[in-house]
């Protein structure tokens, strides 16, 4: 057996006693014959019916493999090694949806979660390792109408960053949680986690005419007062939802059916207030300060 296995033992002799040679090596219950195994080695397990009237049997107590040396962090559809110093052992994973192993160790991660990788000698004695699959990041794209470039959001301090535009791919030297956003085209940005995953946002449409300051649809609505205190007014025809932001690209509010936005808890500062119709347009985007 392997280390904490058990077997129970029998003899066709009532009433006798069962004692171990060593306890420390495997340990057996005094009436019941129930053997567990605690340190590899062998011993013989006794019983006895009387003083001198004795018979044993040796128990051989196998050792566990040696812990698996792999990664403990994955991303998601990876490919990466584990092993075993002593060979000949089989490979299985406990968590397949997540994690899937081949005969010579070669895992390929799947989904996110925590997978398992089991390693069983010829004896039965097996070891684990357990492999956190992380998940990728998922960045998503802003307009910042100050500084008028395309900003990562969330920006939580990635490893690295690499834009892309529909134009030339990959933009030369635009590794920066930003970038300038000249022509009208698609845009899509690339950011590495500290676990070395990356992820890719979707393609972002920057337009140049409707993002521009002097958008003809902001004659169809007007916020009021600006500089504000409280209270927010937005006067349209329209039903409109409104996404306020700080100058960093930060949602701060957000608001259905916005006539009236509180802005009482927001700091002093300049702020983006974009606006959506009920097909999720973008109606307009304009600044405000709050004093």
């Not at 390792?129 to 008028?148: A, R």
């Not at 972002?204 to 916020?223: C, E, T, W």
Request: with cysteine; charged share 15%; glycine share 8%.
């Amino acid at each position: 057996m392997c280390p904490t296995g058990n077997t129970t033992l029998a003899d066709p002799v009532a009433g006798g006693v069962w004692s171990s040679a060593d306890p420390r090596i495997a340990t057996v219950d005094p009436s019941t014959g129930f053997v567990t195994g605690l340190s590899p080695d062998t011993v013989d397990i006794y019983y006895t019916i009387n003083p001198g009237c004795a018979v044993f049997i040796p128990v051989t107590i196998d050792p566990l493999p040696p812990p698996i040396t792999g990664p403990d962090i994955m991303c998601p559809n990876t490919v990466d090694t584990v092993k075993d110093s002593v060979f000949a052992g089989v490979w299985s994973t406990l968590t397949p949806t997540i994690m899937s192993v081949d005969t010579d160790g070669v895992v390929r991660s799947h989904i996110q979660g925590m997978a398992t990788i089991k390693y069983t000698l010829a004896t039965g004695c097996i070891t684990t390792k357990q492999i956190s699959v992380e998940p990728l990041p998922v960045p998503t794209i802003i307009y910042n109408f100050v500084t008028n470039s395309l900003v990562v959001w969330p920006d939580v301090g990635w490893v690295s960053y690499q834009w892309y535009d529909s134009l030339m791919g990959k933009i030369p030297g635009a590794t920066s949680p930003s970038v300038a956003a000249p022509e009208t085209q698609y845009y899509q940005v690339e950011v590495t986690d500290s676990n070395g995953c990356k992820g890719k946002s979707g393609q972002y449409h920057f337009n140049r005419n409707q993002l521009a300051v002097n958008d003809p649809n902001k004659g169809h609505v007007k916020i009021y007062p600006n500089p504000a205190n409280s209270t927010l007014y937005v006067a349209s025809i329209a039903k409109l939802r409104a996404v306020i932001t700080d100058v960093e690209g930060r949602s701060v509010i957000e608001q259905a059916d916005a006539k009236a936005i509180d802005i009482s808890k927001l700091a002093d500062g300049l702020y983006l207030i974009n606006l959506y119709d009920e097909n999720g347009m973008r109606v307009t985007v304009q600044k405000f300060t709050k004093e």
